[in-house]
């Protein structure tokens, strides 16, 4: 079974904190994603990433940034973290095969900026 | 017009019977169609992939699709309490290059005891 590894499931920090979000896949998966989840408005993509190294803004990702300097592993940064960045972080990965795959997610990480 | 829609339920059915849930997406190009549920404060959990016009059947769930229309669905037969949960539809984007995939917002299924 693919295993998606988000390091915390609760995480509470301050405003202007730099906040890291880490994201670790065991299947081996090229593409890997960061998203938030807010009620009402459904999952939106802020980063991913097709290879190490290499990276794409999602729809949202102004206030975020994003690293993956080995394969299994995808960080989320927030720079200086804001209360409208409160939310649900769900990370995912992917293979590449065939056409596009099925997107397999974390647990997600409930993170509250006070 | 959204790219993925869904009726954001609540959808009641009475355990035991047939719950159907719908989505229609607007890009006639997208190849391939993913089922995911979520219970409440989890996170998505896919259920369902199909990638071809007709039915597909795992157990209890069927998924439908229909290129021509741009409709895809999910049967749920025999519906339990435990499938209460918000069920989203996904599919490719145009060209399906990126391997990103559009997400609707969800239907929340209630199966009544």
């Known amino acids: 079974d693919v295993k998606v590894t988000q390091s915390s499931r609760y995480l509470v920090k301050r405003t202007g904190e730099k906040v890291f979000l880490e994201c670790v896949q065991d299947?081996?998966?090229?593409?890997m994603f960061w998203y938030r989840q807010d009620p009402g408005l459904g999952l939106r993509l802020i980063y991913f990433?097709?290879?190490?190294?290499?990276?794409e803004k999602g729809d949202i990702p102004e206030g975020y940034s994003v690293s993956r300097e080995k394969k299994e592993r995808f960080s989320l940064i927030l720079e200086s973290a804001s209360t409208n960045q409160t939310s649900m972080y769900l990370c995912?990965?992917?293979?590449?095969?065939?056409?596009?795959?099925?997107?397999?997610f974390g647990d997600g990480t409930r993170l509250s900026i006070l | 017009q959204k790219e993925v829609e869904q009726n954001s339920g609540p959808l009641s059915v009475p355990e035991g019977a047939i719950a159907s849930l719908n989505c229609t997406y607007s890009?006639?190009?997208?190849?391939?169609f993913f089922w995911y549920r979520q219970y409440s404060g989890k996170s998505p959990e896919l259920i369902m992939s199909?990638?071809?016009?007709g039915d597909k059947e795992d157990g209890r769930f069927t998924a439908q699709l229909n290129k021509a229309s741009q409709y895809v669905s999910l049967l749920i037969r025999d519906s339990q309490p435990s499938d209460s949960a918000t069920y989203l539809c996904?599919?490719?984007?145009?060209?399906?290059?990126?391997?990103?995939?559009?997400f609707g917002t969800g239907t929340l299924l209630a199966v009544q005891p």
């Open positions: 990433s097709y290879d190490v190294k290499m990276k």
């Open positions: 996904a599919v490719t984007p145009a060209g399906g290059a990126t391997n990103k995939l559009i």
């Open positions: 199909i990638y071809s016009n």
């Open positions: 890009d006639r190009v997208s190849q391939s």
């Open positions: 995912a990965s992917s293979r590449t095969f065939r056409g596009n795959q099925p997107q397999h």
């Open positions: 299947m081996d998966h090229e593409n």
